[in-house]
């Protein structure tokens, strides 16, 4: 049966007069979109992805890429990207990959919310001369400290939970080995040491390379216990129990077994070729005391020298799970926004099943505070940080700290080409492939993302100045620095923030 | 000439100095000065004002040649933006003695308050001083740009304080602090560093405090016997590298 | 920008109100005749017993449903107007009463927590506010400068051995008699000057500790903290001064390792109890709270890089603290001593006591 099968998105353009045919954009296209015919390089639009990376190595500049310039005809329902993807399952029968996050709902109320700044009545602080603090302790504070007088001085009978020390409130998410090569993770890891913070093992253990920056990394136990054991735990400057991920919250996981190399089998501890499945739910948690009973174990077998965090979606519930699981002893609830990126998941459920991070955030904040538990536990927002200022508001919102998984792995090289799940990464990201990983230089990656973080820590004290406060605790949960612009009266109830010019 | 200010507010007791001044009195005496600001605000010449009492915030700012005496303490603010002249005080200063100041001398014979100097300038032959006989308070010479502090730590009223307060000369990019002792490295704020003084500094030191102990009736040598230290910066543009474009 | 004055006398002589007032006017280039205020401690000797409530009153008919309304919780020993004059510039807004009221037996043992509930309780009624509720004292405040508001309550007639004075320059507040300050509660008493960035994180805090801010004043919410750490847990005023204005974490790190420890667990604990931006405050506190031994105090205070003035001074047993020294001067020429204290760090005038 003849079929129209749909354009390709992205046309290559190659200018035949600049190029002098060296070939390199052939060699570094990891999708297999160029190749060498009749003498000349030739395109194959509908395998490019426009991950950017045959542009950027072209000595000539003679490769641009463009969208196609064929068009269907336009329906404002039926756009080019749902039938598109009705072509596709037509073709297959089988459930749509994707990469990164939601790309369905373009709205981010970060957007709509705005900061607040001195004038007059009181005095901004000049960040650059006057210290600023964003030093935050993740983990659970006494809702009170109890002294006790010894003649002349005083006794702390307070006893202190275990803390993450984190000179900046921006943490680098949890990001497997195996959805992403080694190198990308060693990078990470370095800069979480460089700029004091911690980055994320994920859920396929931690290569043995990475021990060394453990005091900066957050191991985490995930439903699949890939390459969970007491090494591992002990090394970790946390724990994180992930019961979801905003990208694909309620969904499993699943690393084919074409990409369990040999490194991945030894740090995952499975054989090497066989799939590495991490089942929708934890077996051993149908409910939340046996949240209760796994964060316990895990804090029994740190001898509670360690915060257990546990991650979870943000779904409609999400204000009373946490409270449940604050109950349940966590030391720091990461709430994943609907937006959150991941290497893989089924398109529908990235784009449909979730809430914002914002709303989720807030409402936990305030649902924590009207227990008179909020001390109890950290909230850690992710899913949709893009700059400093998405940190300020999410902060302003309750937050003790974000992460950041995305503007990590662009400050890395990612270009957010949406095909992490192929294993093909030209940028040595999202990839286990040996010759596309040498296309990351660990060292060179940790510095750029150092830099970012840095970045936006000058920026943070900037917001902070402007706003006259010289501690980001001031500004934590300080939803009265915030206005809505553009947002209704419902989600701003639910913020918590008022409306601009009230 | 004697004016007492006593309960008046302080329009009306500037006015009565304007007045003066426009008269062509050129020595005048303040009794009973307590809380009138911005005395001898914007006033030029050769003038020698004594104040009795406790003048109020912005004492001397925008000042341009004038003398002023305070026998007591002063409040915020004194010589604030000030191009040139003198303000000598007996007691204490507060905070942000000397912010902005472009030219003249300020000479304190006992504590000064926080933010002392800050952000004050040198501008070709303007070069502001200040000396404070006692301590002083967090951010001394902040965003310092130019001119001279020098602290003695004499006359420090609270026994047990320490010379200098936390984040001395932060984001300072010009100027020079003098210190009478050692100063702990974790004192300084981003900027400054610490330097031995030269003999330029020192030649320097001995005339701004020949003049000091002239003034207060100090002896020259006993303050002289001791180390220095110097506090300056370490770069002219210390956030050049702080903006990014593209 | 607000001028703030605190007078106490340690031996708690009791002094007229001509000193508090005569001091504070001298700093009405800053306020604007929106507020000013008085407390007054040693009040009420002869019904130093009872928790003393003033009360301001939207109208008259209000007080009979105020009344009833304490009968239902609190035995009313006298209640009275609070006599005020006529001022020119004061409209009179509200009508101050005055009700000396104890606690029935069976809830003397948390009698202060009583109090306060019945205060928020009265507070929500709408139309009735309660200014103080402490023992042996009263707060006065109205809309006008201070040397008006002290006209207005006829205060030459008070004697006090603690005072405090504010007046107001309001900034996020419409200028209303409650928001004038002081701000009391229970023997608590705190005039401010500055603005809080940190409000909504305080805020928030504290609400989840069971406190109603329903002034939306700066002052409220410092009353309200330092209610919370000192009396409700206990911590010494030089360590509760250290949660609203925390020392540095470099500074921290510097410090011996018993007190890190100790200033460490308090930020981590009471970070969201941080006051941030610039605040200058006197805080006074009468004697006679059950649970706390301790006598009455005057603490000054400052925010952690001095963005507004404190001066203190002592003469004879006396001790000043204010926004100018000038103010000071005003009814103290020659002080023994004058200070400026450091930032963060409290200066503690106790009563029957040093310094
Ligand atoms: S990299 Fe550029 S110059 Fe080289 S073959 Fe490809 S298009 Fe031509
Ligand atoms: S990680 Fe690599 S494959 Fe994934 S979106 Fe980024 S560039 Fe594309």
Avoid at chain 1, 41 to 52: E, G, S, T, Y
Avoid at chain 1, 114 to 134: F, K, M, S
Avoid at chain 1, 313 to 333: F, K, P, Q, T, Y
Avoid at chain 2, 114 to 143: C, Q, W
Wanted: net charge neutral; charged share 25%; hydrophobic share 40%.
């Amino acid at each position: 049966m003849e079929m129209y099968s749909s354009v390709p998105e992205f046309r290559v353009d190659i200018d035949r007069q600049a190029c002098r045919l060296c070939k390199r954009c052939i060699e570094n296209c990891s999708f297999g979109a160029l190749e060498w015919r009749d003498n000349k390089v030739k395109a194959f639009n509908d395998r490019c992805v426009a991950c950017q990376r045959c542009v950027s190595m072209c000595p000539e500049d003679a490769i641009a890429l463009r969208r196609t310039p064929s068009v269907m005809s336009a329906h404002p329902i039926w756009t080019e990207n749902a039938r598109r993807d009705v072509f596709t399952q037509s073709r297959t029968g089988a459930i749509l990959l994707a990469s990164t996050g939601n790309e369905l709902h373009e709205q981010v109320i970060f957007d709509n919310l705005l900061l607040d700044a001195c004038q007059v009545t009181n005095p901004a602080i000049d960040p650059l001369r006057e210290p600023i603090e964003l030093r935050t302790y993740i983990g659970r504070k006494p809702r009170f400290v109890e002294l006790e007088e010894l003649g002349d001085s005083l006794r702390l009978n307070t006893k202190l939970s275990p803390a993450l020390k984190l000179e900046i409130p921006i943490m680098i998410a949890q990001m497997s080995y195996g959805a992403i090569s080694v190198e990308a993770h060693e990078a990470l890891a370095r800069a979480a040491v460089m700029r004091g913070t911690t980055m994320g093992s994920g859920e396929g253990g931690l290569h043995k390379k990475l021990y060394p920056y453990a005091d900066h990394i957050i191991v985490q136990v995930a439903s699949g216990r890939f390459g969970v054991h007491p090494a591992y735990l002990e090394a970790g400057a946390a724990v994180e129990i992930k019961i979801g991920q905003g990208a694909k919250p309620g969904i499993g996981g699943h690393l084919p077994g074409t990409k369990i190399t040999d490194e991945i089998s030894e740090t995952r501890m499975i054989p090497i070729g066989a799939d590495a499945i991490s089942p929708a739910p934890h077996h051993d948690i149908y409910s939340i005391e046996d949240l209760a009973q796994l964060v316990n174990a895990l804090k029994e077998a740190t001898r509670y020298k360690k915060p257990v965090l546990v991650k979870i979606a943000a779904v409609h519930n999400v204000a009373a799970i946490c409270s449940g699981i604050c109950r349940a002893g966590a030391d720091a609830i990461v709430i994943d926004g609907f937006r959150a990126g991941t290497g893989a998941t089924p398109k529908v459920i990235r784009d449909n099943v979730g809430i914002p991070v914002e709303l989720a955030l807030a409402s936990v904040d305030q649902r924590l505070r009207e227990e008179g538990i909020r001390n109890e536990t950290s909230i850690i927002a992710s899913g949709t940080i893009r700059n400093s200022g998405d940190v300020a508001k999410a902060i302003a919102l309750g937050a003790d700290a974000v992460k950041i998984g995305t503007a990590a792995l662009i400050a890395l090289g990612c270009t957010v080409c949406k095909r992490c799940y192929t294993g093909k990464c030209a940028w040595g990201i999202a990839t286990q492939d040996p010759e596309l990983r040498s296309r990351l230089d660990p060292v060179e990656g940790a510095q750029r993302v150092s830099n970012l973080l840095l970045a936006w820590s000058i920026e943070l004290k900037e917001i902070l100045g402007a706003a006259g406060i010289n501690s980001i605790e001031s500004l934590r949960g300080n939803r009265d620095r915030l206005r809505g612009y553009g947002l209704d009266h419902t989600t701003l109830e639910i913020l918590g923030v008022q409306p601009a010019g009230s | 000439m004697r004016i007492v200010a006593n309960y008046k507010h302080y329009k009306e007791l500037n006015e009565e100095i304007f007045q003066a001044v426009q008269a062509g009195v050129a020595e005048l005496t303040l009794e009973d000065v307590n809380g009138q600001r911005f005395i001898a605000d914007c006033l030029k010449g050769k003038l020698n004002i004594d104040i009795y009492g406790t003048p109020g915030n912005d004492l001397g700012m925008f000042m341009d040649g004038p003398t002023v005496t305070v026998f007591g303490n002063a409040q915020d603010g004194v010589g604030n933006t000030m191009s040139s002249g003198k303000i000598i005080i007996h007691g204490d200063g507060r905070d942000i003695l000397g912010h902005s100041m472009r030219g003249g001398k300020i000479f304190v014979r006992g504590d000064v308050g926080y933010r002392v100097g800050i952000h004050m300038k040198t501008y070709k032959s303007n070069v502001p001083i200040i000396v404070a006989g006692g301590r002083a308070g967090d951010f001394l010479g902040e965003y310092m740009a130019g001119g001279i502090i020098i602290v003695l730590g004499i006359h420090n009223r609270a026994k047990k304080a320490e010379i200098l307060g936390d984040w001395v000369a932060t984001g300072q990019h010009g100027g020079a602090i003098y210190v009478r002792g050692d100063v702990d490295e974790s004192k300084l704020g981003n900027g400054a560093s610490q330097f031995r003084v030269t003999a330029d500094d020192e030649i320097t030191i001995k005339k701004v405090l020949k003049e000091y102990c002239q003034v207060f009736g100090l002896d020259l040598e006993g303050l002289l016997d001791a180390e220095f230290t110097k506090i300056a910066p370490l770069s002219h543009r210390p956030y050049a590298a702080l903006y990014t474009c593209e | 920008m607000c001028s703030i004055l605190g007078i106490v006398n340690e031996n708690r002589k009791r002094l007229s109100a001509k000193y508090i007032v005569e001091g504070i006017s001298l700093m009405n280039d800053r306020c604007n005749g929106l507020g000013g205020g008085f407390a007054a401690y040693g009040l009420y000797p002869e019904y130093k017993d009872y928790y003393a409530l003033h009360i301001l009153l939207k109208d008259f008919e209000l007080k009979d449903q105020v009344a009833e309304m304490l009968k239902d919780y609190v035995n009313i020993y006298k209640d009275e107007e609070i006599e005020t004059r006529n001022v020119e510039r004061i409209s009179q807004d509200y009508i101050p009463w005055r009700f000396f009221v104890d606690v029935p037996e069976r809830y003397t043992s948390d009698a202060d927590n009583y109090i306060i509930d019945l205060a928020m309780k009265i507070n929500n009624t709408g139309g009735a506010l309660v200014i103080s509720s402490g023992k042996n004292m009263g707060v006065f405040k109205a809309i006008g400068y201070p040397d008006e508001v002290a006209r207005l309550y006829k205060l030459e007639n008070y004697k006090a051995y603690m005072w405090l004075a504010h007046g107001r320059y309001p900034t996020n507040t419409r200028g209303w008699w409650g928001g004038a300050h002081p701000f009391s509660i229970l023997d608590y008493s705190i005039v401010h000057n500055g603005e809080i960035t940190s409000y909504g994180t305080n805020k928030r805090f504290l609400e989840s500790y069971g406190y109603k801010c329903s002034y939306f004043t700066d002052s409220e919410v410092l009353a309200y903290l330092w209610d919370l750490l000192v009396r409700r847990h206990k911590l010494p005023i030089e360590l509760a001064s250290e949660v609203l204005a925390p020392p540095f974490w470099e500074q921290i790190e510097r410090m011996p390792p018993e007190k890190r420890r100790i200033i460490e667990a308090l930020r981590m604990t009471y970070g969201p109890a941080m006051v941030n931006g610039p605040f200058g405050i006197v805080i006074a506190n009468g004697s006679g709270l059950t649970g706390t031994a301790g006598n009455g105090t005057m603490v000054g205070l400052s925010d952690r890089i001095k963005l507004r003035p404190l001066i203190c001074a002592r003469k004879n047993g006396t001790t000043f603290m204010a926004s100018e020294e000038s103010a000071i001067k005003a009814v103290c020429k020659n002080p023994d001593n004058v200070w400026a204290p450091h930032a963060g760090k409290p200066t503690v005038a106790m009563v029957n006591g040093d310094v």
